[in-house]
């Protein structure tokens, strides 16, 4: 995936979300880690552009290697209850990561949760279901899906 094709994946998923929450005066937008709040900077500039949403950052930091062994931990910019939330990733492999990203989320009422990602590779072991997908493969177990990302520019997504 070049930097063209990102920039199109992010100006598709930024108007289905702004869709999807074209009634909410504000939503907030959740990275994981450094890739996943940088996919989620992108998603609030482009819905800044097209709609007239309030759109609130705020990162989520976890271990993707083991996720139970430390704090999950998540800079609300404010108040969640009664507002829609997007939780961003760059990669969803077996949704591990993804689901244990929730659970800060889930010490409140938000109207709904979903998420975003810009790869799906389709291997789930938990239930997560990925409501804005960029672009979804189909790997083998052995494949890596590598996202590039240096000097706070996408550079490229390979399989390798």
């Known amino acids: 995936m070049t930097p063209q094709k990102f920039a199109q994946k992010i100006e598709r998923m ?3 979300i702004y869709e999807d929450n074209y009634d ?9 880690n450094t890739k996943g709040y940088f996919m989620a900077r992108q998603l609030a500039d482009r819905l800044k552009a097209i ?3 309030k759109v609130a950052l705020c990162n989520v930091r976890i271990d993707p290697a083991n996720p ?3 704090p999950v931990t998540v800079d609300l910019p404010y108040d969640i209850n009664g507002k829609s939330v997007i939780v961003v990733d760059d990669v969803a492999n077996t949704g591990r990561t993804l ?4 659970k800060p ?3 409140f009422t938000p109207k709904k949760i979903n998420l975003a990602v810009l790869v799906d590779r389709e291997h789930k072991h938990y239930p997560v279901f990925c409501d804005y ?3 979804s493969l189909s790997t083998t177990f052995h494949e890596h899906v590598e996202v590039k990302i240096s ?10």
């Not at 689901?99 to 929730?102: D, H, K, N, Q, R």
């Open 24 to 32: 909410d005066a504000s939503i907030i937008i959740s990275g994981i």
């Open 68 to 70: 139970i062994s430390g």
């Open 133 to 135: 997908v960029g672009l």
């Open 151 to 160: 000097d706070d520019q996408f550079e490229y997504v390979a399989l390798i």
């Open 105 to 107: 989320f889930l010490k």
């Open 14 to 16: 930024a108007f289905e």
């Open 51 to 53: 709609s007239p949403l």
């Open 99 to 102: 689901m244990y990203a929730l």
